[in-house]
């Protein structure tokens, strides 16, 4: 079971392209161009993210993912113009980070801390009340019982999850994930990713970056596809496989008797169809996969297992 | 750009926790305690009287234990702080937080500066306490030199601070930082009179101009400051050292202290323009 299977909550898609920068809007890069001497790591990039969407940079290692996601915390000078909650993050860095909750790909903190020194130390610093209770929190990310751990003692799923406790001690209305799940073991990562999407529904806004196709399908509203920090795509994950022009084949199990029936009816509508093994081979263009299941049901042709490749 | 206090005191709490919990600064801190004790028990074996020496003869024992000391505990400080932090990730998730660079370097640079005071206090204390319990204190006149050396050697010590702060600034990894910083501990120690005796034979400086490269030298200035407060002139030091009193004159003192806070505050606003210039990174 991928997490597509246990993670399916959709939002309506927002849209594609480049909307242009309106008051509804939380998010909105323009023009955003970082050099690196003379490597340009992130090129001309522009998008918006209104309040509750969840938006993905997705990408191949040294797509710009982590470069884009730097520039919009302001950790690194750049060209063009980042707007936040109505503020320019290169004027105003410190007043718009106050809004976000940062969770990185290396999980870096003080080794010589403990989670709870940790937790207080940050919590200062994002100005969380004194005696703020932490305890629902780190209950509810089942950290309460490694409170008392030094930070290198903890393993790496602990750390993921202090990362997100920490991101979360102000309950600010943005989240910045870079590549959040990238240290994890499936199961830890299907809990991250099915807390992640609580909080989407709880009405965070969330930006992350995954080179994982099915992370970003079972989160994100719409995927920003980077190549050589150029914006390629800019869709809903739906809409992907076929703005890429993926083909996808798809192997039915049938019992054998069916098989010559259904290689003609599939052949008849003019799918790529091939006898393989105890079943056939179809070749699928995006977004219909759906369709020789159909086909076979109203022929009466039981489906007995299928795979998709 | 408004500046938090509150953040710069949270940053400096920690650094300060940080540093006394460092294995590497409690050993230069506890090293500096025990010469010192030592120097004062051994400052009076040169007269052939055994025992504790007075405020006086400790402090000019001092002198050369400080520059020796004192310089590689702020440099090597310096220089890890924001390298190594750098180079473990960790000053990218700090500044992902609501504060700002200036903020950062602040905090930081005012919590190791706490913690290289608390260690000079730490041994000037324990060395001035133990001098004054068995008696060999000789007046207040020489427990107020030696309050002024304490002073000076954390001036300097705030000063190799600063330098190992803009080389942390400068570099990508801990290790070229500290290696750095060891070189200039290097050159300032050891290169420091027998540069100054080269290049003005060498290039037949004039006293003025020997003067003015001694004066370069965070170290030499502190030498120059402490020997002043001890002797009250500096024929120690030779020609250049006449040639200062007779020019600067009760403007000495002041003049060399404020150049010790000159590269306090030039070498931290060098960091800053690189902090920013470099970003996170």
Known sequence: ??????????????????????????????NLTKNFGSLTAVDGLSFTVSAGEAVAFWGANGAGKTTAVRCLLNLIPFAGK???NGKDVSRAGKIVRREIGFVPQELTFHDALSVTETLTFYARLKKVPAGYDFMPLLDRLELAAHIHKPIHDLSGGLKQRLALALALLSDPPILILDEPTANLDIRAREEFLLYLHELKQNGKTLVFSSHRLEEITALADRVLLLEAGRLVIDAPPDQLERRLGWETTLHLYLPTPSIATAIDQLTAHGLPVSKNGRGVRV???????GKPLRLLHEAGIRIEDFTVE | ?????????ILAQKELRDALRNRWFLLYALAFAALSLA??????????????????????????LVLLIVPLMGLSLGAMSLAGEREQGTLLYLLAQPINQIELLLGKSIGLALALVAALVLGFGLTGVTITLTGNGNGSGEISIYLRLLLLSCLLAVASLSIG??????????????????????VLVFLGDLGVLGTGLMLRLDVSQLLALVLANPLQLFKVAAIYNIRDNLEVLGPAGLYALRTYGSHLFPLLVGLLLLWIVVPFLGTTYLFRRKGAL
């Not at chain 1, 939002?11 to 392209?17: A, D, F, M, V, Y």
């Not at chain 2, 074996?45 to 504790?52: K, R």
């Not at chain 2, 080389?167 to 200039?184: E, H, N, Q, Y």
């Open chain 2, 1 to 9: 750009m408004t500046i938090d206090f509150e953040n710069i005191l």
């Open chain 2, 39 to 64: 120097l004062a028990w051994t400052a009076l074996s040169g007269a052939g009287d055994y025992g504790l020496a007075g405020f006086g003869r400790t402090g000019a024992s001092l002198i050369n």
């Open chain 2, 165 to 186: 702060f803009l080389i942390s600034a400068a570099t990508k990894r801990g290790a070229t930082a500290i290696g750095l910083a060891l070189f200039v501990w290097l």
């Open chain 1, 82 to 84: 980042i707007i936040i």
């Open chain 1, 1 to 30: 079971m991928n997490n597509r299977d246990k993670v399916t909550h959709k939002k309506q898609p927002t849209g594609s392209g480049h909307p242009s920068p309106t008051s509804g809007q939380l998010i909105q890069v323009t």
């Open chain 1, 283 to 289: 070749q699928v263009k995006p977004g219909e996969k």
